[in-house]
């Protein structure tokens, strides 16, 4: 199983290189809104991801694929024991659109729904993060681990608060805002989730958050920062599920617990506010 995954790993980190330096050259392209006004894509999201979906299965036809912009068209699959590789062709294209270099390629390959393998680059920073399960995490080849924070109070947090926009999410985002932002010591939202997750598994954050993401947000990500010795888990307090993201991403199993307390105390307010104005 090793030398197999190893074997994956080596075919498939060039491609994610070679694709993403395509971004590097990109210039006078069209962008077109999928549904929200903040969910954006271009050619290059859709070539990305052609790109990387042909090339695997030239080598491993009888892989599977969850890709972001071919669920666009027909639907999350569901995920089987299979070999899945669930892709991000560009996580930040609003970042990538504005000339905001806080955008990247991602990959993660889940097998008997357990994710095995995770790569990350950054073309514009020249940053690759990978992971291998049992392997540890690594920023351009050099083992990387998180900031070790246990202290709330000293925790850059990225909150990426982008989903608030969403009628739906808005009073969950703004009631764990209130709450949080008393208590951390920096708050940050770079809309870019996989970096986001990245930044825990280096240490450059504490502590990362969003609520309501997609299979391909967190497939490669998650991996990373467990890798690195960070704690992830579903920020409702539930067990993570990799095909309905709601994460939480801590550099510490302690500082989660921190971030939970505070955050079930928001969810309980924000439930009794909505009960009380019912009445
Ligand atoms: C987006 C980014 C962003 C998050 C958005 C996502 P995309 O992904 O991960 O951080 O806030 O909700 O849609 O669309 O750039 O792949
Ligand atoms: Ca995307
Ligand atoms: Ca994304």
Request: glycine letters at 8%.
């Amino acid at each position: 199983m090793c030398d197999q995954i190893q074997e994956y790993f080596d075919y498939v980190l060039p491609l994610v290189k070679e694709s993403g330096k395509e971004l590097l050259t990109a210039e006078n392209y069209e962008v077109e809104t999928k549904g929200f006004v903040y969910d954006l894509v271009t050619i290059y999201d859709r070539k990305i991801e052609e790109i990387l979906i042909n090339r695997i299965k030239e080598k491993w036809p009888q892989h599977k694929f969850i890709g972001e912009e071919e669920s666009e068209v027909n639907g999350i699959k569901k995920l089987t024991d299979d070999p899945t590789w669930i892709i991000d062709p560009i996580d930040g294209t609003a970042n990538f659109v504005r000339g905001l270099k806080i955008t990247c390629v991602s990959i993660g390959l889940v097998i008997k729904k357990v994710q095995m393998l995770g790569i990350v680059y950054n073309p514009f920073l020249d940053e690759l993060y990978t992971a291998i399960k049992g392997q540890g995490a690594f920023l351009n080849g050099k083992k990387i681990s998180t900031s070790g924070q246990t202290e709330i109070g000293q925790t850059i947090f990225n909150y990426e608060m982008s989903l608030a926009r969403r009628p739906k999410y808005y009073d969950l985002y703004m009631y764990r805002f209130k709450h949080l932002i008393k208590v951390i010591m920096g708050f940050r939202s770079l809309g870019c989730a996989v970096l986001g997750l990245c930044y825990v598994a280096d240490g450059r954050l504490d502590a990362y958050q969003c609520d309501g993401l997609y299979p391909w947000d967190a497939a490669a990500g998650v991996l990373i920062v467990r890798e690195a010795g960070g704690f992830v888990c579903d920020s409702r307090g539930k067990e993570f599920n990799l095909m309905d993201p709601n994460f939480l991403a801590t550099a510490t199993k302690s500082l989660s617990d921190q971030f939970m307390v505070i955050e079930r105390k928001a969810d309980e307010e924000r439930i009794n506010d909505r009960n009380a104005s019912k009445q």
